[in-house]
DNA sequence: ACGGCTATGTGAAAAGCTTCACAAAAGAAG
DNA sequence: CTTCTTTTGTGAAGCTTTTCACATAGCCGT
């Protein structure tokens, strides 16, 4: 255990639906969960369970499984959810209206506190509480408000030019739901939501009458 | 070439990609692309391009490259986006109004001609031409009108309820908005989009000063 | 017609990830 | 205190995916 190598993505992602479950399991009472429930809950092996937490060190009780809300806070920890960071979303249009009002990203810390847009009918409209900037502030407004984390919900034909903004402004992680590549420097995390790639497994598997099936997204 | 070996969902996922890609090129009257400039525009690397399309075929020219039209049409057939596909939404929520309103899932073949809510209010409004259905007759419905693939955008909470219903009407492809593991038989195919996943990996990354990168979602 | 050049297609090697299988730890029971 | 049962933690094996590297095919210019 605690060897400095590198992590798989696909590992910390599973961490995510543990500290899920983990969730599920602390508001029902459990105290303590095996890696068979663990994995069944999420439909995975209790090998592969065992093998991620074992990563990043040792936290269940032989014989008897794992803490619950110990290894909730734990994952919590590695993921660097127990703490808030703070949010900026670009673009206030079908989808950012969606996210502004989605509960579960503050719930894991992820406070949405800024909005853009470039729309004058949309620039001095209030959503959730929060009053929507001209993007042309952009970079004055996200430095001032200390974002660390900027949502990009604009059409593809302006996302880059957007990043571009704010990859200036010093933001080092961005979640993109345009659909395009984007091209950010070596030390800028980037994310991309894709739904249409999900309906065309769904699409690939129906035309290909695929035996097997993998979960995940 | 062409032997029945088992295609990779990261594989499928990368056609996605240069399908994306491939529309552009064509937008831009490419005739032909290399797979090293594939590979660049999706940031990955001409191996792997070149790796992907031969579990399907030859679709290149030595010393030229890939012609972009052919090579379009070809993953069209593939991820069977080559016709349309009907599907239906449930739950027109934030999240569920926001998905009607997309244009580029009809532009890929998956024309939503159904909604269903429970909430009377909702029931009987139009929304881009569509009138949302009563929940309870979701199995009648989704049987009248031929849909192959649901969207699910409900609570976390009654999820499971909807996919059990939505499973005994005959529907073999799911896709899931609710952060919630879903219980479906073999035969059905069920695929998650979990915003949270993304954000937390991005956290996950800055608080461990990631010296890599990867890209997708 | 032919040589040069470019980029594919693909086995083989390397890297990465998952599963196996079991020793060892720890609580429970007597 | 000892034995029994349960379930972890983990090397090693097995499997999958990616990368390498090169023979080969086919355009293009002369
Ligand atoms: N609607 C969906 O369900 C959905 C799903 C997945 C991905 N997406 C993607 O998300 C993006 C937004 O989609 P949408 O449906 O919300 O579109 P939309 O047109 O409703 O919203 C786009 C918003 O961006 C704003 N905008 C445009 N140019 C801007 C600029 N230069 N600076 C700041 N703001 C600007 C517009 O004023 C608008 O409010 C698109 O790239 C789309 O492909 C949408
Ligand atoms: N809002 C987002 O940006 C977002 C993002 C990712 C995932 N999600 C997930 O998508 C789901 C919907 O989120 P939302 O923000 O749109 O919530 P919402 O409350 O706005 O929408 C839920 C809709 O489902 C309907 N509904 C409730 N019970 C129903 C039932 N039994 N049958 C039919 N319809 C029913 C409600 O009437 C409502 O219209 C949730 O599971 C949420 O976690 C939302």
Known sequence: ?????????????RLSLYYRALSVLEKDNYDTVSSKELARREKLTPAQVRKDLSFFGSFGTRGLGYPVKELKTQIAGILGIDRTWRVALVGIG???SALVSYKEFSRQGFQIVKLFDNDQR??????????VSDIRNLQQELSDA??????????????????DDIVNAGIK??????PVNLKVPD??????????????????AMVNNHAQKR???
């Open 1 to 13: 255990m605690l060897g400095k190598k590198r992590i798989s993505e696909s590992t910390i992602h």
């Open 94 to 96: 079908n989808i950012g």
């Open 122 to 131: 949309k620039i001095g409209s209030n959503h959730k509480g929060i009053v």
């Open 146 to 163: 200390k974002i660390e984390v900027v949502i990009v919900a604009v059409p593809a034909t302006v996302a880059q030019y957007i990043v």
């Open 173 to 178: 992680a961005i979640l993109n739901f345009a």
């Open 187 to 204: 030390d800028v995390y980037i994310r991309h939501e894709n739904m249409s790639m999900e309906l065309e497994y769904l699409s690939f």
């Open 215 to 217: 979960v995940r997204a």
